[in-house]
Each structure stands twice: as structure tokens, then as C-alpha cells.
């Protein structure tokens, strides 16, 4: 299948303007245990061969990288220029993939890690209610609102409080492939670090230009099957302040993909290289959110009553929505739900689901909700089509958003080619 025809096969899941997220195949969820399988047999290569076509896969070492909101879209527009995207596509295989619902960094990051769905490991969004300490907390941060480290709430929580999942890491570490990652001097050592990369090694990196060369040492260093995750979060930041399509925003994708050919891809050497595989893919992408058209939920009209269908926390107060702007849950009582349901669709442009409707519709994935999804899920959860529903106010000026159901959050680039095959 041509790479067109499977973007109008994918972006058919839903109607028009909603990609749904295909689980089970061309779906993020798969791409790492998909490349993890290239080393060991211990891992399903659940992603269609077509995704490895044409690519020389028989190698000791695999590159992944995660480029944080890097969308298909955006990764199309640089194969028409001299860059590492249109090595991808003329020597390599290039095709889309969807993102998961949500369409966020939290989440996804967590299921490409782990290989499971939302419905699975449970962590759905940046803003998640923490039962343990009954507080809604920042997830990835590991702090709660106020910016207090969970840890020093409760000492006995670390960050597999926030997933319910083995990571790909710690089942690497059970077979002879050696499991490396490179992220974020920022990140690197975080309770959430540690939990979804147990079993893997660490390095941290400060400045975007030492990202490349940083896994380019880790590539020089292997001995035996060795599997490197890189991840950076630089395209994902600026689009947010600036928007997606901002100069700045393109900018630093150039940039990004300038460094990886010209740090990595090219300063391999050629021995090195031919035992080398590169993946580069994203965990979502985003889409322009103009400040002024984001939505303060808190002005609603009838934001008071809808407040007084909301589940109580422990304080006696109305639960805070969690999510995400583009992945907003609320919390209600049962026998508020319909009220609720009824006063969200009427102010939503887009979709509004009940726990129930999300489930049996798979938005969340395939398989048995496990408890903490169950605990976590909002009784409604509401897709606006393309702006944020904001509930706290530093939310409405951000310039680009993720977590919903857009063609532009929605669709990633799966990439792949033997590093040989991308060097001059």
C-alpha cells in the first residue's frame, strides 16, 4: 500500500476531521517492542511488515528515537528538502502511524515504553487525581499542583504509582539485550524515569545540540544486542508557546534533524553503521490553538451547577477535572451523569463520552480496563474538535495543543533505515 493511500485508510477511522487510533497495528503502541523484536524473538513485532520494507533489519544495534510532537504532516514537509526525513524516504521506510487517545505525551510515552494501551497501564493524562494521597497531581513531574514532589507527600510512593505495566526495559533485562536510554539531563533520574526505564541505563543530556552525539557514544560503545531510546522534547515545548506553525517551531525541527545527520547518522562510522538500525518516530503531534479561541470552562454560564454534579475528594469539595485541555475528564456522581452528560454536549464542539462509550468504542485500546484505569477514567470525558477546554488559566495561552483526535495530533512518523544506507 502506498504511504498516501494508508493516510486516507487511517484518517477514514473516524469522521471527517477525527483520526481514531488504530490499536493493534499502525499504532505508537507498537512501534518500540516492534524495533525491540529486531534483537530478540522475546518481543512481538506487532507493527505490519510493510513498516521495515526494503530495510537491511539483521543488525547488533537499534536506535529509537522519540521526537516529542514531531507530526506526519510536519515530517512530510522536510522529505522536499535536503534533510535526514528525505534520506528516510529515499534509501529507508517511511510510513504513518497513529497516536493513542489520548494524544499526549504522558500517556503515549507510557505506552510506546511498555507496549500496552491507555486501557491497560492507566495513565491518562498530565493531570491525574492520586488516590494514595488524594490530591490531583502534575504526572511526569511527579509533583503535585502546587509543585511539592510526590515523594515528600508520601515516602512510600515512587513512580510506578502512576502506570500499571512492565516496561520494555525491565523485560529487555530478563534477555541478553542491553536496554539504553538518553534523555533529558532534567528528566533522566525522575521518579517516572526510573519506573518506566527499570532495568535500563540512564544518560542524561543538558543541551539540545549534545543529544545526537550522546547516542552516537552510546552506538560506539555496544557490545552485543544493545537497544538505545533517545527521546527529546525540544519541538514539543516551542510548539506549545509559539504554535505548530510557527517559524520558531519548524525551526527546531530543522535543527533537530540536522543534528541527528550530522552527529549521528554521518559521524558513524561505516562499519558501525552497517550494524546500526535508526527508528525515528513521535509520540503524537499537535495543533494550533489561538489563545483567544480556548475555552475557560470556569466561564461557563452553567459551570456551577455543573460543578454540583461532580464527585466530592476527601476535603468535601468538587473533584477538578484531569486530563488535559484536549483530554478534559469529569468526575460525577452516578446519579448526576446524565444531567452532566447532557449540559457537556450542549457546550462541547466535539465529541463527549461516558466511561462506558469510551470503552466499548476501544478509544482507550483493546483489552480488559485494568483498576487504575477504572479509578482514573472520568465518568464523561470531552474531545473538543480543535481547541483546548481549560480549567486552570496558564492553560489558555498556549499556542499549540495535543491530546485529542485531530489528523495533526493524531498521525506520527514511523521511520526506519540502516544508518549505512542514510550516510553520504
Known amino acids: 500500500m502506498r504511504r498516501h ?53 539483521d543488525v547488533e544495534t537499534v536506535v529509537f528515537v522519540l521526537l516529542d510532537g514531531f507530526g506526519y504532516d510536519e515530517w512530510t514537509r522536510f522529505e522536499s528538502r535536503r534533510t535526514l526525513a528525505r534520506r528516510f524516504a529515499e534509501s529507508g521506510a517511511v510510513r504513518p ?59 512510600s510512593l515512587d513512580g510506578t504509582a502512576l502506570f500499571d505495566a512492565d516496561p520494555l526495559s525491565a523485560r529487555a533485562a530478563e534477555t541478553d539485550v542491553s536496554f539504553e536510554t538518553v534523555l533529558p539531563a532534567s528528566i533522566a533520574d525522575s521518579p517516572y524515569s526510573r519506573a518506566i526505564f527499570d ?50 517551531a519548524r525551526q527546531t525541527m530543522a535543527d533537530v534533524l540536522t543534528g541527528l545527520q550530522a552527529d549521528l547518522v554521518d559521524a558513524l562510522s561505516p562499519s558501525i553503521a552497517a550494524d546500526t ?26 459551570w456551577d451547577t455543573l460543578q454540583g454534579r461532580f464527585r466530592r475528594d476527601a476535603a468535601g469539595g468538587p473533584r477538578r477535572p484531569t486530563g488535559s485541555p484536549r483530554n478534559a475528564h469529569f468526575h460525577v456522581e452516578p446519579e448526576e451523569l446524565d444531567a452532566a452528560h447532557a449540559e457537556l454536549e450542549d457546550a462541547v464542539e466535539g465529541r ?31 474531545i473538543h474538535r480543535e481547541r483546548g477546554l481549560c480549567w486552570r488559566a496558564d ?17 506520527v512518523p514511523f521511520a526506519a533505515a540502516r544508518v549505512d544506507a542514510l550516510q553520504n
Open 5 to 57: 493511500e494508508l493516510v486516507d485508510e487511517l484518517c477514514a477511522r473516524g469522521e471527517e476531521g477525527v483520526v481514531e487510533p488504530a490499536y493493534g497495528g499502525d499504532c505508537v503502541t507498537n512501534a518500540a517492542e516492534s524495533a525491540l523484536a529486531l534483537l530478540n524473538p522475546a518481543f512481538e513485532r506487532t507493527l505490519p511488515d510493510e513498516a521495515f520494507r526494503g530495510v537491511e533489519t
Open 97 to 155: 502511524l497513529t497516536s493513542i487517545y489520548p494524544s499526549e505525551t504522558a500517556a503515549a510515552f507510557t505506552s510506546i515504553t511498555t507496549g500496552t494501551n491507555p486501557v491497560e497501564h492507566g495513565l491518562l493524562g498530565w493531570f491525574q487525581y492520586l488516590e494514595p494521597i488524594d490530591r490531583d497531581v502534575v504526572t511526569l513531574p511527579f509533583t503535585t499542583l502546587d509543585g511539592t514532589p510526590i515523594d515528600e507527600v508520601d515516602p
Open 199 to 248: 532495568g535500563a541505563r540512564r544518560t542524561g543530556y543538558e543541551e539540545r545540540e549534545t543529544f545526537a552525539t550522546q547516542l552516537r557514544d552510546r552506538v560506539e560503545a555496544a557490545s552485543g544486542p544493545t537497544f538505545v531510546f533517545g527521546y527529546e522534547p525540544s519541538i514539543d515545548a516551542v510548539a506549545h508557546e509559539e504554535g505548530l506553525t510557527s517559524r520558531s
Open 277 to 302: 538500525l535508526l527508528v525515528v518516530s513521535a509520540d503524537h503531534g499537535l495543533v494550533d490553538t489561538p489563545p483567544a479561541e480556548n475555552i475557560d470552562v470556569t466561564e461557563w454560564s452553567h
Open 352 to 382: 463527549v463520552y461516558t466511561r462506558t462509550e469510551a470503552v466499548d468504542s476501544g478509544l482507550f485500546g483493546e483489552g480488559e480496563p485494568t483498576e487504575r484505569f477504572e479509578r482514573r477514567c472520568g465518568d464523561l470525558v470531552a
Open 395 to 411: 492553560d489558555r495561552s498556549n499556542r499549540g495543543m495535543h491530546g485529542g483526535l485531530t489528523r495533526a495530533e493524531m498521525l
